[in-house]
């Protein structure tokens, strides 16, 4: 069983970073693939970057490509999101996933467990 708290949502200006991160108990965070994910209103929830356990494979959306950089450190079990170059577009709530497997995906239903998610504003 795995519990993962996000958190570094907030309100930012266009153009503006933020700096997301998600702790995760449980003893299995070293040999977890994880995910961001974010749902904007109205929308469906969608895929932003994955990274494999050990950090080294990492993939991102087309639509974040170049601004995000996803990150972890095992030794303190937490994931990261740095998010760059803000856009009003990048509104939404982000969660973080993980899942038992080592490989990261880009879909969500490989993912097996999810945080609460944290929100993020961009304004225009």
């Known amino acids: 069983q795995v519990q993962l708290v996000e958190s570094g949502g907030g309100l930012v200006q266009a153009g503006g970073s933020l700096r997301l991160s998600c702790a995760a108990s449980?003893?299995?965070?070293?040999?977890?693939?994880m995910g961001w994910f974010r749902q904007a209103p109205g929308k469906e929830r969608e895929f932003v970057a994955s990274?494999?356990?050990?950090?080294?494979?990492?993939y991102y959306a087309d639509s974040v490509k170049g601004r995000f950089t996803i990150s972890r450190d095992n030794a303190k079990n937490t994931m990261y999101l740095q998010m760059n170059s803000l856009k009003p577009e990048d509104t939404a709530v982000y969660y973080c996933?993980?899942?038992?497997?080592?490989?990261?995906?880009?879909?969500?239903?490989?993912?097996?467990?999810w945080g609460q998610g944290t929100q993020v504003t961009v304004s225009s």
């Open positions: 990274i494999s356990a050990n950090g080294v494979i990492t």
């Open positions: 996933a993980a899942r038992a497997f080592v490989i990261p995906t880009l879909t969500m239903n490989s993912f097996d467990y």
């Open positions: 449980g003893r299995t965070f070293s040999t977890s693939a």
